[in-house]
């Protein structure tokens, strides 16, 4: 008699359990695992770097790609300054004398962007599961290339939006993709400059935004804005042509049961001339982790994000991108319009922009260095703490009504720039990279940032409203709206963020496993190679003492 399909199923997923068993407990592999996770968790930061120089230049060149994307997310807000993009585009509005951009079709300019991105996101996340991080960087910058062309030709507002919403496939690729090969490609102790120089990226771009609307933005013809759009053909090319020879992910090469390619994949990450490196030990590592992941869950598909510990994983993830759009930080992107609407010269206002992108750039910087020392989890609460203080003064300068009231708000949310930027924005990437499982990595990244693009549509909606003279006209006192989004992003990270500072993959798996409250991860001593393999570990109590051991 033929066996039945889901005999045939149990059997293999018995065997496939089996496998993974044998693994994390054959001897001779759990020790060089073990004194690779040693050598990583002991690495200096100077050593990091003299070990991992070619890591670093693939990642950042991945990263670099989202230099695009933060440039259009600026330059969009930046165009609804430009008095011949309005006129282009726009309608000519009576009661102000001026030709402009109705908030609905900003809003379906910036959404259309927003919604394109979710189509790439789970485009990107299906290509990179099988055939890679890099076939799906390649194939996004083709994507990319013919895109921009919708944008360049646009004959009417129409055409605009589907260049934005065809434009967003391949951006939303590049925020899959680009912080979870960050966080494979390098040790413990690179992995937060590494994802936090994604942020670094898209605040170059925002940077760039300004730069090029400032220097067209006088111009009287179809260049004003056309210019801005061509801009984009610089990033993908050279782009394109480097990533042809990037290796893929060595954790990748594993999770498809190809140890000698994740290998190879290590050794073109590294230097050759280091005899204290052992790539065999890193791969055991990786390997370890793999099969212990496997042991705690059999699934690789998007329904196993919302199982077991993976939905506390996922949840969490999840809500550190919602914290980014929630915080306020959308008033940054749309600085030159509201100084304009505000009665400001668009000329200066780009001018500020720029010093407020300038400044941006300085804060990524800074972060680098408190990351060095201070938690993730504190960084992020302390700097959505301020973002609250900020934005209720910004709020509250409405009320005065004068210039030089106008002029303290561009202050207020440049300082706004430089906290962002110094903590919440480049430490998310840092986060939702460590605190996923390495198996789900790219599919809880999909559904975190389409959560953020979903939410970014909703937020761009109210703050065109919020912002426009045509709809309802808030101005500055915009800023108390955010500000209760922001309190309740506080309140849920002080509760549910855990701290993954100086943590391997496979101790943030015991932890998550275990059931760790937030609160205590920092203090929780935890070892993967001794009874947290054992099949039959014992759950520990969720509440002991400050040193908790597992």
């Not at 203080?389 to 207020?412: E, H, K, R, Y």
Request: contains cysteine; positive net charge.
């Amino acid at each position: 008699m033929a066996a039945e399909p889901q005999d045939i199923h149990d059997a293999e997923k018995s065997h496939k359990h089996a496998d993974a068993i044998n693994i994390i407990h054959d001897e001779a592999l759990v020790l060089e695992a073990k004194h690779a996770a040693d050598a990583e968790q002991k690495m200096t930061l100077l050593k990091a770097i003299r070990l991992y120089p070619k890591a670093i230049a693939w990642s950042v060149l991945l990263s670099s790609t989202l230099v695009m994307e933060g440039y259009d997310l600026a330059l969009l807000g930046s165009l609804y300054a430009s008095p011949v993009f309005n006129k282009k585009f726009g309608s000519y509005n009576e009661a102000s004398g001026k030709w402009t951009l109705s908030a609905t079709w900003q809003s379906a300019l910036s959404n259309g962007a927003r919604a394109g991105e979710i189509f790439g996101l789970i485009f990107a996340g299906w290509v990179s599961d099988r055939y890679g991080y890099k076939v799906a960087t390649i194939s996004s910058l083709i994507m990319m290339i013919l895109f921009i062309f919708v944008l360049f030709f646009a004959p009417s507002i129409k055409i605009l939006v589907v260049g934005e919403v065809l434009c967003g496939i391949p951006w939303g690729a590049f925020q899959s993709v680009t912080p979870a090969y960050a966080s494979e490609v390098a040790p413990v102790v690179l992995r937060p400059y590494l994802t936090t120089f994604i942020n670094m990226c898209w605040v170059i771009g925002q940077f760039f935004a300004a730069a090029v609307n400032k220097g067209s933005v006088n111009r009287a013809d179809e260049w004003a804005y056309r210019i801005p759009f061509g801009v984009q053909w610089i990033w993908p090319v050279p782009i394109l042509a480097g990533l042809i020879f990037a290796p893929e992910s060595p954790w990748w090469h594993v999770r498809h049961g190809n140890r000698e390619a994740a290998k190879a994949s290590l050794m073109r990450l590294t230097s050759r001339h280091d005899p204290t490196f052992n790539a065999d030990e890193t791969v055991a590592m990786i390997e370890h982790t793999n099969e212990l992941e496997k042991r705690m869950k059999e699934g690789l598909t998007y329904r196993d994000c919302f199982k077991g510990i993976d939905l506390r994983r996922t949840e969490i993830v999840v809500g550190i991108w919602l914290v980014q759009t929630l915080g306020g930080q959308n008033l940054m992107s749309y600085f030159a319009y509201f100084l304009t609407q505000a009665g400001m010269d668009a000329s200066n206002s780009f001018s500020l922009s720029m010093g407020q992108y300038a400044l941006g750039m300085v804060g990524t910087v800074g972060s680098w260095f408190l990351m060095s020392r201070v938690g993730r989890r504190t960084i992020h609460f302390s700097g959505l703490c301020c973002q609250l203080l900020i934005l209720v003064i910004v709020g509250s300068l409405a009320f005065s009504g004068s210039n030089g009231s106008v002029w303290a708000i561009g202050a207020m949310l440049i300082v706004f720039t430089f906290v962002y930027d110094f903590t919440v924005g480049p430490v998310t990437y840092s986060l939702i990279s460590e605190l996923s499982s390495t198996r789900l990595k790219a599919k809880t990244i999909v559904l975190a940032r389409a959560g953020y693009n979903a939410s970014n549509i909703f937020v761009n909606v109210i703050t065109n409203y919020q912002l426009s003279t045509t709809a309802w006209n808030w101005g500055a006192k915009s800023a108390f709206f955010w500000a209760g989004t922001c309190l309740s992003s506080a309140i849920w990270v002080f509760f549910r963020l855990p701290e993954p500072k100086g943590r391997t993959y496979a101790q943030l798996d015991l932890l998550f496993e275990h059931r760790v409250p937030a609160r205590k991860f920092a203090q929780t001593k935890i070892d993967p190679f001794s009874q947290g393999l054992d099949d039959n570990t014992k759950r520990a109590p969720t509440e002991k003492g400050p040193d908790r051991e597992i």
